[in-house]
């Protein structure tokens, strides 16, 4: 790049200051690591004083790297890549927070933005831990500091970072545009961004990613404390500092995967708050294994057990965070999320970064020096010969199994052993196997979500396995052989299928843990402490089994609803009836509530949520798209009232309101109808008149004996012309609901649902399809048909047969038009598609002078919602454009219960941190009575 080019209109300080910035934060990252490190072996206060000062000179490069990127999106500095794809001119100010988080950059700044404001609290807070803790969280950073830098190292790109100018991209550089010095008024681009996602642009958006990346981040505090634990070989003291920190984590992650939930329930059209995407799984499974790691600390304040399982938990929980950024940040689910990224380069820095936490993980859990360090040797052995030879699969393979075969040696080898075992009937023991059952959970979790990385592993071995399958006929080797290992194509049924047995155990855990002593539980106490809890339990599941409809086949479902019903009185009257009311000591019972309603909540509102929108009007849905359905999707022309559920709806127009165009909705309360003598109405093929004024009942032939007689003979029309039966009608009106698309001719439309909400259940109502634009003419875009006269056309409303064309020459019309006017009118039958009797005759109109098309005149159709405009005659040859009556499809959902689980949400957030805070308070009361 010639640097001699003085560039008008770029900000080019603000990129060279973000690139110092970020090379100062990974120095001070990276200086930090070292002299706290040399503190945590020599003891030297020096080294600390030094280890502070940098990870501070860290810390505030970390703050001007994301004040920089702020002021750039803020002011639109279209010049820089990062703020060129994602924000523009028209998006709300609002939105700017999501802009920075939306790319991978500015996603790995805001981790690492977390990460270092953590870090200076445990430099206040850990006191004699902060030398390893900080260690690791230094090492961590220097890390997160490299994805930023954007640097190639031997031709390989290490990050990617976000203050990059269009120009020097590597597929720009050299460019002749990149040389003239006005380039940014010359070249129309520059004028405005890309633009942010649509998806992306609400409010959940703004909330919800950064406390899901605090979560991530706080995941790093019980790792840090189970590796300085190691390091420094105080293998049961780490948890004491550590528990009130992993409780935390435990309610900032699940309140992060929460509001994610939330923001797919209210802004995205597939139906729900969970489709067990592989991005909503990768965010879970950590929070499974922390608060089972959680649970065995609590187990460890009081007894020595379970120790190998407790550090494997804390220390698996922060590698499932990095293995879920490489799932979702490598490119390598590109194909089966769609909210995973591209990739951008990133796959091997992100894999280095997760293969070495793993290294070190193993690496500390082998107490034997000489095995830790064969360990380390061997696993640098195999990254050189695996890059150096390129056989990178297979040395991640062989690294795997050396690490899983070295967690046993230290298993075996470590003094991590509890020699007296545990009663049956005691806390210890039941908190272990609900871990353990949670580890189950995450495994299967991850292994169905990983079937793409498992094809990446699988492909070196293509020959291999194809030479098996010729050899043996065997069809999964043939499938090995192709990497085709396909994740579940019903991902609810087949995840649902696995987790709701380990659910309810986890439910039934929690029901009975707290009422659990150490050690050893009297039986009998037991027992008439939880009789009230379970026969609750018990007639309460009985008269929602009833209610609900549950039947045979369903009786996993129906025993989770036991269990959760009967964890969550459990812990409701543990409250009174063993705290004594005391609310101070009240936070696990209110988390376990909360955690009970949130099951709750799932089972009833997904296992009975209810498709109410039917397809009663208007053409055959799956005519118009194969992926529309009859029974689950409705078609609603403009100003008609149709039924949905217990209500009618009336499609009364749209409005747009800045890039959203909303479809107004109004819904009616469905009322008996009400009937007078000599009224007509048809049911089937069959006419019948009222003998007299009566409320309708909810079957016609209920009632068709006392007040309906039948019509002996009349014609089709009369047939065609008389409404149907309906035991109901529009009554008043109850609300009004605006189902939106958000148009976005970047990155495509998007579709967002609106939502009535009740106490005891939600109606979801999303646009499936829809007229884009905010013309009033009423009518669809036309399609035209370009036919002869003779042929047949078939719509998805009506057969048109084209009989003939007349030109009109009548002295009426010559004296109007003039003689250089020719008309043409077509002569057409048309019949309702769907009643082979029904034919009604049409003639559009075309006027041509000197053989152009100067003017038409349309016909309508009322009763088929159908309207024909004649575009063009030559000779037999007709242009016939058809358009039906504007329309949208809509699908409605009823979610019953869906508010127990939001409140579940809250409760479990709020007893958690209730918890987190007793245990600070209880732990600085103990110091302070100590000293």
Known sequence: ?????????????????????????????????????????????????????????????????????????????????????????????????????????????????????????????????????????????????????????????????????????????????????????????????????????????????????????STLVPFAFAIAGLWTRRLKEWMAPALPWTFFSIAVLGTGILLGGAWAYESLSFGGFWAWDPVENASLVPWLTLVGAGHLMLINKRKDTSLFTTL?????????????????????????????????????????????????SVAMLNRDRTDRWYYIGLSVVMLVLGVALKVQVPAIILFGAVSIAMMVVAYRKGSYHHPEEEQLLSREFWLFIGSLVLLLSAAQ???????????????????????LHNATGWGWAHDLAQAKLAPPVEAKAHFNKWQIPFAFIVAMLVAIGQYLRYKQTDRKKFFRELRYSFIGAVLITAVCTWILGYRLVEANMVALLFASTFALLANLFYIPAILKGNMAKAGPSMAHIGFSMILLGALISMSREQKISRNTSGPVLSYLNKDFNDGQDMLLYLGDTVPVGEFFVTFNGKHQEGVNLKYDMDYFRAVPTQYQ?????????SLFVARD?????????????????????????????????????????????????QLNPR?????????????????????????????????????????????????????????????????????????????????????????????????????????QNVGSKGFDIPELNVRFDLASVKGNQVGLNVSEREFVIMQAILFPGINILWIGCILMALGTLHAVRHRVLSRKNGKEKAA
């Open 1 to 217: 790049m010639d640097k001699s080019i003085q560039y008008i209109g770029e900000h080019a300080w603000a990129g060279q200051l973000g690139h110092w910035l970020t090379i100062l934060s990974f120095t001070g990252a990276l200086l930090a690591l070292v002299t706290y490190a040399l503190h945590t072996r020599t003891k030297d206060l020096g080294w600390r004083t030094v280890g502070r000062a940098a990870f501070r000179v860290h810390s505030a490069a970390v703050v001007g790297i994301v004040a920089t990127l702020f002021i750039m999106l803020f002011n639109h500095w279209f010049e820089y890549d990062y703020v060129w794809k994602h924000s523009n001119t028209e998006m709300p100010l609002r939105y700017i927070a999501s802009c920075f988080w939306e790319g991978q950059e500015g996603s790995f700044l805001l981790w690492t933005f977390w990460t270092m404001v953590l870090g200076n609290l445990l430099i206040w807070k850990a006191k004699n831990w902060e030398g390893p803790v900080l260690a690791v969280f230094a090492l961590v950073q220097v890390f997160l500091s490299t994805m930023l830098l954007g640097v190639y190292v031997f031709g390989a790109r290490v990050g990617s970072s976000p203050f990059l100018l269009v120009r020097e991209l590597s597929e720009n550089v050299g460019l002749p545009w990149t040389h003239l010095p006005n380039y940014l008024a010359m070249i129309p681009q520059f004028k405005d961004g890309r633009g942010l996602n649509p998806l992306l642009q609400n409010y959940w958006m703004v909330i919800h990613p950064p406390v899901l990346f605090l979560g991530f981040a």
């Open 747 to 851: 990155f495509g439309n998007v579709a967002e649902p609106s939502t009535k909400h009740w106490p005891q259940r939600d109606l979801y109502t999303h646009i499936r399809y829809a007229k884009l634009d905010t013309t009033t003419d009423g009518y669809m875009p036309a399609r035209l048909y370009e036919k002869s006269v003779g042929d047949t056309i078939v719509t998805p409303t009506c057969v048109i047969l084209i009989d003939s064309i007349r030109t009109v020459r009548d002295s009426v019309t010559m004296a109007r038009l003039g003689p250089d006017f020719t008309v043409y009118i077509l002569d057409m039958r048309v019949r309702d598609l769907y009643d082979e009797h029904r034919w009604f005759s049409a003639q559009p109109v075309v006027v041509y002078h000197n053989g």
């Open 445 to 467: 979790i991850t292994f169905s979500t990983s079937m793409p990385v498992f094809n990446l592993l699988l492909a070196p071995f293509k020959g291999a396995f194809e030479s």
């Open 677 to 685: 003598a000599g009224d007509t109405v048809r049911l089937r093929n």
């Open 312 to 360: 494997f938990l804390a220390l698996i929980t922060f590698i499932l965070v990095l293995y879920s950024t490489f799932l979702t940040r490598s490119g390598v689910l590109g194909d089966t999320s769609v909210h995973s990224f591209t990739g951008e380069g990133m796959l091997a820095g992100l894999l280095i970064f997760l293969l070495s936490f793993v290294a070190l």
């Open 693 to 741: 004024n009566h409320t309708a009942g909810n079957e016609f032939l209920l009632d068709q004996p006392a007040h309906w007689v039948p019509v002996e003979t009349f014609s089709r029309r009369e047939l065609w012309r008389a409404p149907f039966w309906r035991p109901n009608q529009p009554g008043p009106k109850d609300f009004s609901l605006a189902p939106m698309v």
